[in-house]
């Protein structure tokens, strides 16, 4: 049976080139993780998936709670068998998106009783309860149940929120069945308060965890903000274990924070701006319902190896966006799954062999060029 | 360069194994083209289309004409380029579908004079201008442009509507631009009244087309009268020619019109039962929205080869269709395209085996087992 593990190959400043080992096969870190909200990354198989690069996908435990439900997805071997993904899952704790999607939301020290929103229906997730369902989904990585403050918020209200995630934090990690090759995250909070950081860090460090991820940012605070929340949290996470930044993000968010050490990303970005008509490229951002693609015969990125840009022109995807088709949502998300992957291996590359910094400059230097002008 | 031509290889019984020879590769028949309305094959890439044995697919005039419009189409390089599909497309002429989808239609010799139903423009589509979209678009098999009477039609009626399609046959011959390897087929009319049908075969043949479409049934008559109809129909047409019948069908319609000498179908059922959660199974068809389904680890039909039979499982599928993940439209149009492709390769074997009978036979005594109980 493998262990859970994480290795540090290299580091470039704060920058680190890693490898976890998992029960569910390895993975090459700065990694990001598509989102596979509902038991499925939207709009793709995951041979698709799994072609882009990508190596460990998301699970959200309060979608899959409500719906097919954690026990019959455990009688169907799992969620790994049911949504037929072979790597590694990470399945996020449920506390994030029970705050912020389901209905009539009462938060006690207990934990947290909502209505479903999508059938009403009346539930109670607390650390016990939530490491119980990620049990049941075999999650591969198991976050800590938390709680995660609006932004903004009073520091005092931030604090005693910090505050009530590690104690659930605690209760978690008391909770969560050790198996071999699986791994309980941490989760620190704290907002934009370094006090609080530091703080969380440290109660983190004293529970001990497998993995610490950082949570409560890309909330709505500025990009200046979050990366000084990240200054001031990551020097005070273990070094030798695998550090995540729940919920980033932008292709600029990823580069900064991997420069500041972080190794872990997910991020309903790439996919959801797929369905939506817009287009991540190195050369910046693209929304393909502009009307200045319907004539273009370029594919969308000449350097791109997804189908998108091997078989089809810009004006193909322009037609596509504007005729609602679902082949439009699957060949803009597959390209943008392929564009962040591509990323996290060029820095993983650089990492390597120590050029970071030139690798950060390639980056915004290709995306100040901004795009081609159509022929 | 490749010329246009048809060969009957076996017969069995009025069913005949045929192969098309055309600019865009060869084609064996019987033959079902995926619908690929509006230039995809709704939730799938060509790619999937062509790994389920499809070899030529259907792209509608009408939806092309609107958007993003043929000349636009053409200068991209064809249909063919525009949407990455590189054997046979036959487009349809605009008629029908002007008469069903768009908005004020007035008919007259000349024409049909309508409303776009995406913005409300105004059109006129004629048979010179049909054939002259249907070029832009480089159709490999192009179909005379055709007025198709709703049903129940009075006689008087439907002989008149035929009469004017016939003069539209004539004059679509003379607009159509002839190039090797290119085809046009016209189209026959006159509801379920064999002398009409007679009447409008002589018609066509003396003009003189590549292939000979039945158009005018699924329209809403019982399948008794569909079949009439066919009998009353194919003996008439060329039998050194592909015979088309149009807009069929259920499997059982194809079967049925295979014995009775017709060698082409298309039909948006596969596609469009996909994205609602319809699966069409050799034992039946299943609404995979259907509760029994969602504890059920089984493959939705463990003798099908497409993805979603074998790696996923039928709770699988019913969760998708009830998240309204985009995942289960591709899965399940997928599966029901090579459903239709394998058996159209059935019903070739059987014919150049000369034991369609009893592939018949099979095909219904399979389907009157029903589906497997769940376990």
Redesign the interface.
């Known amino acids: 049976m493998r262990m859970f593990s994480f290795t540090v190959a290299a580091t470039d400043g704060a920058a680190r080139l890693g490898r976890l080992e998992t029960a569910h096969g390895p993975v090459e870190t700065p990694v990001f993780m598509p989102v596979g909200t ?3 990354v ?6 698709a998936v799994a072609s882009t690069g990508a190596r460990i996908v998301l699970g959200n435990t309060y ?1 899959l709670m409500l ?2 439900t954690a026990e ?1 997805v455990a ?3 799992g969620l790994h068998r ?3 993904w072979d790597g590694p899952i990470l399945t996020d704790s449920g506390g994030y998106q029970v705050m912020s999607l389901a209905k009539l939301r009462t938060l006690t020290e207990e934990g947290v009783t909502f209505q479903s929103h999508i059938d009403g229906s009346r539930h109670l997730l607390t650390p016990e309860r939530s490491m119980e369902i990620q049990d049941l989904l075999d999650a591969t990585i198991t976050m800590a149940f938390d709680e995660c403050p609006p932004f903004p918020a009073e520091k005092a209200d931030v604090a005693q929120s910090m505050r009530r995630s590690m104690r659930w934090a605690e209760r978690s990690r008391r909770a969560f069945r050790e198996r071999p090759g699986y791994a309980l995250f941490g989760i620190n909070q704290g907002g934009i308060h370094p006090d609080l950081r530091e703080e969380s860090a440290a109660a983190l460090k004293e529970i001990g965890f497998e993995g610490y991820a950082v949570g409560g940012l890309a909330v709505g605070e500025p990009f200046e903000a979050m990366l000084a929340a990240l200054d001031g949290t990551v020097p005070h996470l273990p070094a030798d274990r695998p550090r995540y930044l729940m919920g980033v993000g932008r292709p600029e968010d990823i580069v900064a924070a991997v420069a500041r050490g972080i190794d872990m990303f997910d991020c309903v970005m790439p996919t959801r701006s797929g ?1 939506t008509g817009k287009a991540f490229t190195r050369r910046g951002d693209l929304n393909m319902r502009n009307a200045r693609h ?2 273009d ?1 370029r594919p969308l990125d000449e350097a791109c190896g997804c ?1 998108a840009c091997r ?3 810009r ?2 995807l ?3 966006i ?2 609602e ?3 439009g ?3 803009l998300t597959w390209h943008n799954i392929q564009v962040y992957q591509d990323l996290m291996a060029d820095l993983r590359t650089a990492i390597g062999a120590g050029r970071l910094s030139a690798c950060l400059d390639d980056f915004h230097a290709t995306r100040a060029l901004g795009d081609l002008e159509p022929v």
């Open positions: 509902a038991g499925t939207k709009a793709m198989t995951p041979e979608h719906r097919p019959r009688r169907l071997g049911f949504m037929g369905r319907r004539d015969p189908p078989r089809f022109s004006a193909y322009h037609h596509l504007h005729a088709e679902i082949l949502a699957m060949l």
